[in-house]
């Protein structure tokens, strides 16, 4: 697996398999394999110890090799008792071969394979533990050849010893090595795991700041277009206002052309009201700030937004800590809650619903207020850009795409959060959590 492959998985939120789930997997090969190849050395052996009226060598084969076929039939087993079966099958040949049958070569064989195979699949300790047990076995074939009446004389057991203290050599060396080996491979596996999680965050963190520019661009973008269109449209709209208030006096009060100078009039309010809201992202608001009680606030904005609700809609304010205060500019306060207020109310319009203002003590000298409704809710797509500027869901008669946007700036000057949930069919809840104090303590610093 190359390092590109790898860190295409950590990105996808997955991880390159450790050395372990390595292990295991060769271990279920070999297990295999030995099980498809095990007639190569069992039926030669079956059929020479049986020629040599050697029974008991005929029951341990079959034993041994129908264990093996069973091994490879229950992967699903602890992997530990495969590994710990496959080393005590290859001692157990080794340490019976050479008495029973005379094949010396055979036994040192099995004997240097059974510390390869425990260094592969077993923990280092265990392996070094098996090596041991290799020498208590060569130590104690060699005694068990040399006492009078074993099938060997004086030279052929000095060569038998020679013979496989070599073989213990070369079993030890390669068992060093492999474990030296895997030792290296899963502390680079270990390594690379590390990297590409560290990647994986900091492509996570590139994301974010990228978000993050992209918005502040678009206040920039949206600051320089204000700074250059505010002091334009409100020459504009000073003279239609004054001059339209002139007209509106000199007509009889309650005539067609009196109210239609009264719309007119409002028509440029909205006007001048949108250009200074555009204006306050452009240029940073010097309000006074004081205590101010959250309750109280709620309760004022409920009522303005009570009569404009539609019939089907209800609304409802709860404080469980009405002397909480929020250091801030209250006509700031009543803006963010009657825009979350209003948009609540308008994705209620055909769903109907109950609109609710919730206040609540964190007990941190914080205080969460959450606004939910009941209505149509958002999908993922529309959720990641509601607070964008100038972003919107609503037609243009209804909404500038400013309100959140503008609730955002505020509530973050505040020092807080603000932070949108919902899905399609749901309804949406926006928290915002701020710094506050109880009634009667000195303000936050």
Known sequence: MTLTTDLTIASEGLAPPGLSEWRRRILDRTVLTAALLGPLAYLPSVWLSAREHLWGLVVLDTVLYGWVIILALRPRWPY????????????????????????RETALVWLEFASIVAALFLPRRVAYAVFGLSLLALAGLSVFMSVPGAPMGSSAWMAWVVIGCNAVFIGGTVMLTLTVLLRGLEETNKSLVRKVEEHRQAEAARRQLEAELRRSQNLEILGTLASGITHDLKNIL???????ELARNDQAPGSPAHQRLGDVLAAAERGRDLTQRILAFSRPRTASRHLVPVATVLEEVSRLLRPTLPLNVRIRVLADSPVAHVEADSIELHQVFLNLGTNAAHAMRTTGGELLFELRWLGTNQIA?????????MDAATLARACEPLFTTKSEQEGTGLGLAMSLRIVEGLGGTLKLSSSPGNGSTAE??????????????
């Open 432 to 445: 915002i959590i701020l710094p506050a104090v109880p009634e009667g303590e000195p303000p936050l610093a």
């Open 80 to 103: 530990h008792f495969h590994a710990g079966s496959m080393v005590a099958m290859v001692l157990l040949l080794a340490l019976v071969i050479g008495p029973m049958t005379g094949l």
């Open 238 to 244: 000073q003279p239609i206002m004054v001059l339209t």
């Open 369 to 377: 207020i959450q606004v939910r409704d009941e209505g149509i809710g």
